[in-house]
């Protein structure tokens, strides 16, 4: 089955902006692996220096933004040098209505925020019984 086949999640083209949103600081693009399973979508956004207090996310009109910022963590000294760049996280998605918006989930474990996209129960595959006559 090739990528085109399926649109249930699919990165948002570029649009207008009607309003001006305005950040200090870079912006950064996370990389992001979707998975599907049969029951399930799961989205891993590679976000180095968020946490779970730093992280936004919305689902609005069938749009999945994701938002962060990294924090440098001051306990491990300061910095002198470095060749990563920080500041936030922007990314959005178009969501199919196949996603069962009101059990999305979503956890932060070491800089990877992994998204759970439940599919909706009319979605899954099944398994259609045959009875004897």
């Keep these: ?4 086949d399926h649109r249930e999640i699919e ?3 570029k649009a207008e902006l009607l309003t001006e949103d305005t ?3 870079l912006v950064f693009r996370p990389d992001v692996d979707i998975l599907e399973q049969p029951d399930a979508y799961i ?3 590679d976000m180095p220096g968020a946490s779970e207090d730093t992280v936004d996310i919305s689902l609005d009109k069938g749009v999945l933004t994701l938002d962060a910022r990294a924090v440098e963590d ?3 000294g300061t910095t002198r040098y470095a060749e990563y760049r920080s500041g936030g996280y922007h990314r959005e998605f178009r969501i199919s209505k196949d996603i069962d918006a009101s059990a999305v989930s979503a956890r932060m474990k070491n800089g990877v925020l992994e998204l759970h996209l439940p599919k909706s129960a009319e979605s899954r595959p099944r398994r259609i019984a045959v009875e004897a006559a």
């Design 1 to 4: 089955m090739s990528t085109n």
């Design 11 to 13: 990165p948002r083209e």
């Design 23 to 25: 950040r200090p600081g």
């Design 43 to 45: 989205i891993l956004a």
């Design 74 to 76: 001051e306990s491990q």
